[in-house]
């Protein structure tokens, strides 16, 4: 396999997000995320972690982009951290000085040949919001299209790609449901909400980007998952199918104008969220692409008393796993894409996300021989090529990530970069899947 097999104008890039990375929390006016918030609440992330230094991007963004230079990517997707935006606590107004950090940002990667792509929303809430109820409560959509303006007024010019939202279900469910994510909650009828005003989010911010950047590619981000059911029983295959409908189905069904799986619907029943007149067709307002983050599959089993959707997630034994104990299944990559191509006929693909976390060794001269990582890498490469020479409309891949940086939860123990980071000096190490991708770009 190499580069020259894909078409020519394929977007090679890696992502990063800005709490994962940036630190600087205190800086040019920043005010406090719901991650500042849950990560400094005890217990809440391993080794009560944080994300104040981070990878220090904030300070450190010029030798990062030369990082990414390197690595020969062409484009460089990051996020924009909204409390650098806005301080509610002091004002309505954009704070400038955020909006001039993410203005040199960008700046930074022209000069560099990476063509930004920006996400508006990955999971750093400003507190302020939240203590009105964050996504749950209804004017958190207002804010976010206000702010989707702020920032697209500024950047609107040198941006032209645009993700809405990253990975949704994750915000809502693991960030409402499952409280292992911020603002911690454990409440299936507000996750479920908050999913819907993060749709309907989406749907109201893509006519503003639209207008203040000309020529916009707009799309959402959504985790995605192939599922298989544990055996070819009725109860497996219901069990999968209502798997997929909260998985998979609740946000790219009334993101391709179908509204909310019916099924789901009904068995969610007084859960399900509030829908004023309106919001479906807002949600379907048409994107430019499918943003695709694919980690890994899932096999599903009835499982009876397990809650409203009473299911079970089965883990197979003897699979290869990451450090994250994720399958490692390249071929689901195809399945999943071929499903939602044939379900969904998104106009163009990009695989926004795709990665692995292994247990790093950094060896005494320094290299670092991840090579469960690079051939992680190289799999996935070879199964994007696959749907691409089956004529699927997938045009890029961005690796997760560039850099080793903070893994949510799991605070910095779970390592997912092509470069190292050491978190004690900042020192940057590419690792040995770094060098891979960065011949393979090259075409060695
Ligand atoms: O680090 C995360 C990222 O923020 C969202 N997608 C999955 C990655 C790995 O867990």
Redesign the pocket.
């Known amino acids: 396999m190499q580069r020259s097999d894909f078409p020519k104008d394929f977007r090679w890039g890696c992502s990063t997000?800005s709490y994962?990375i940036e630190g600087g929390i205190h800086e040019g006016g920043r005010s406090e995320s719901i991650w500042d918030r849950f990560a400094n609440t005890p217990g809440c992330v391993k080794e009560g972690h944080t994300g104040e230094v981070a990878c220090d991007h904030y300070h450190r963004w010029p030798e990062d982009f030369d990082i990414a230079k390197q690595l020969g990517v062409n484009a460089y997707r990051f996020s924009i951290a909204w409390p650098r935006i806005f301080d509610y606590s002091k004002s309505s107004s954009p704070n400038v000085a955020g909006l001039d950090f993410y203005d040199r940002l960008v700046d930074g990667m022209l000069a560099r040949g990476l063509e930004p792509w920006a996400t508006l929303y990955?999971w750093d809430l400003p507190q302020h919001l939240q203590d009105q109820g964050g996504w749950a409560n209804r004017t958190t959509v207002e804010a976010f299209v206000n702010y989707t303006d702020a920032i697209t007024r500024r950047l609107g010019d040198r941006i032209q790609h645009w993700i809405t939202h990253?990975?949704p279900w994750?915000t809502a469910f693991l960030g409402n449901k499952e409280g292992c994510h911020a603002p911690g909650l454990k409440d299936f009828k507000v996750a479920l909400q908050v999913s819907h005003h993060l749709l309907l989010s989406h749907g109201l911010a893509i006519p503003v980007i639209r207008q203040n950047s000309p020529n916009a590619k707009v799309g959402a981000a959504l985790?995605l998952h192939p599922l298989s059911p544990a055996s070819a029983s009725a109860e497996d295959l219901a069990a999968t199918l209502r798997h997929d409908g909260l998985r998979n189905r609740w946000f790219l069904d009334p993101l391709y104008g179908r509204g909310y799986p019916q099924d789901i619907v009904k068995v969610l029943g007084n859960l399900a969220p509030t829908v004023l007149e309106g919001d479906l067709k807002a949600i379907a307002e048409p994107t430019d692409f499918l943003g695709v983050?694919y980690?890994f599959p899932e096999i599903v089993a009835h499982a009876p008393g397990q809650g409203v959707m009473q299911l079970t997630v089965v883990e197979p034994e003897h699979v290869e796993r990451t450090g994250f104990n994720w399958q490692v299944a390249p071929d689901g990559l195809v399945r999943l894409l071929s499903r939602v191509v044939k379900d969904y006929a998104p106009a163009h693909i990009f695989i926004t996300?795709n990665?692995s976390t292994y247990d790093d060794v950094v060896l005494a001269d320094g290299s670092i021989h991840d090579s469960q990582r690079t051939s992680f890498l190289q799999r996935h490469l070879a199964a994007v090529l696959e749907t691409v020479k089956s004529d699927l409309p997938v045009r890029g891949y961005f690796a997760?990530?560039l850099l080793d940086n903070f893994?949510?939860a799991e605070g910095y123990l779970k390592r997912?970069g092509l470069t190292h980071v050491d978190f004690q000096t900042q020192k940057r190490r590419l690792k040995a899947s770094g060098e891979w991708y960065r011949d393979f770009l090259q075409g060695k």
Do not use: L, R
Request: hydrophobic share 20%.
């Open positions: 997000s994962q990955h990253n990975e994750c985790s983050n980690y996300e990665g997760w990530s893994e949510w997912f």
